[in-house]
């Protein structure tokens, strides 16, 4: 019998919020492989918020196209190559790229594709979470952009998810003194517990979130990593200190907003605290990956990095643990074992 192959599928653009019934779960016989592509049995989907944008209709931009309806859900994997008739990916092989939601993947070598060569110290699945994207992006944002002194004042949104946990932890080995941002009291009890922030901030709780940034930072902030965006980085820009970071990572609360992101105020205020707002994607540093592996690799033999993962089990899974991700009903990077 033919060899199968079960995908999840984008099946219809989201409305706003977006909903099981967009996405279809679908079984087919495994296609092969033509010269020059190799086959990936996929060990573990990575879920990164981000690509909600690019469900929509007419997210095309500079970095990714929209993603195709009746396609496979686009996503970064970590797998074995399992037969290739390409010489730079031999069988046996274990790689990470971007394919997708699916138990097989065919690729050719593009699309953020790399061989892992894991340290047998660290266990297979950080090289897609600390030592993978999340880490990547975390550990880039803080040193180019944020560029951390020792005392500065760092705060971060969407604290408790795949990136937030990591950058926290970064910004607190740089000598920061760190503020996380989420979303209900047990999540803020966590960030403190587990992750070591100094500070947190319930956005969510009856208090008003502009009250609490002026609590936690009366001087202001000197760091700000922004994965939210809309008006919670409106709010946060009227409280900077001078000569200020804003890190520009992603903006969350808008990729479900009917209509695109909306506008962000406060930017006179860059000008007057001599702040500089940057944004950037992980992708840029590829050739620089190895120096934040050897860094994020040390803490994590160190035993000074706490690296939480939300696990699903199951590549059926895969739709509702997204939907769960961006409610915020994670703790830590949220991974799919299939
Ligand atoms: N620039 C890059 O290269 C790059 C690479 C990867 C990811 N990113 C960005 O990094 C951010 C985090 O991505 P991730 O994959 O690690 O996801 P994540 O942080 O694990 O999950 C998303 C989190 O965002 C929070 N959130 C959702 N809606 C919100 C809202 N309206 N207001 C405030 N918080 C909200 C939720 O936590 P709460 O409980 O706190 O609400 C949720 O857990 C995203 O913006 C993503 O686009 C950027």
């Not at 074995?80 to 971007?98: A, F, K, L, Q």
């Not at 953020?112 to 999340?134: F, K, N, Q, R, T």
Request: glycine letters at 12%; proline letters at 4%; aromatic letters at 8%.
């Amino acid at each position: 019998m033919a060899q199968m192959n079960t995908r999840v599928l984008l099946a219809r653009r989201p409305a706003d919020h977006l909903v099981a019934a967009d996405f279809e779960v679908d079984t087919q016989p495994l296609g092969t492989i033509s010269e020059g592509q190799f086959m990936i049995k996929n060990l573990y989907l990575s879920l990164d918020a981000g690509f909600r944008q690019w469900m929509n209709e007419g997210s095309g931009d500079n970095y990714l196209e929209s993603m195709p309806l009746g396609e496979p859900v686009q996503s970064i994997i970590m797998g074995t190559v399992v037969e290739s008739r390409n010489p730079e990916y031999p069988e046996g092989s274990i790689v990470m790229g971007r394919t997708a939601w699916e138990q097989y993947s065919i690729a050719d070598g593009s699309d953020l594709m790399s061989i892992i060569e894991p340290d047998p110290a660290v266990e297979l699945h950080e090289y897609l979470c600390s030592l993978g994207p999340s880490g990547m992006t975390a550990y880039f944002g803080i040193m180019d952009i944020g560029q951390p002194k020792q005392g500065d004042l760092f705060v971060i949104n969407a604290a408790a998810g795949g990136i937030g946990c990591i950058a926290g932890q970064i910004a607190k080995a740089e000598g920061c003194s760190t503020v996380g941002i989420a979303g209900g009291t047990e999540k803020c009890q966590w960030l403190q517990d587990i992750l070591g922030y100094d500070q947190v901030i319930d956005y969510k709780s009856a208090q008003p979130f502009e009250q609490q940034l002026q609590h936690v930072a009366p001087e202001g902030m000197d760091i700000v990593y922004d994965n939210v965006g809309g008006s919670m980085l409106t709010t946060m820009l009227g409280q900077l200190a001078e000569n200020s970071r804003i890190i520009l990572c992603g903006a969350v609360s808008q990729y479900e907003r009917d209509g695109g992101h909306e506008a962000v105020g406060n930017m006179w205020e860059l000008i007057t605290k001599r702040a500089r707002a940057e944004g950037f994607m992980f992708s840029d540093h590829v050739d620089r990956y190895p120096e934040a592996i050897d860094y994020i690799t040390a803490m994590l033999k160190a035993g000074s990095l706490v690296s939480p993962v939300n696990w699903s089990e199951g590549i059926e899974t895969s739709g509702q643990a997204f939907i769960d991700m961006l409610a915020g009903d994670n703790l830590g990077k949220c991974l799919i074992k299939l």
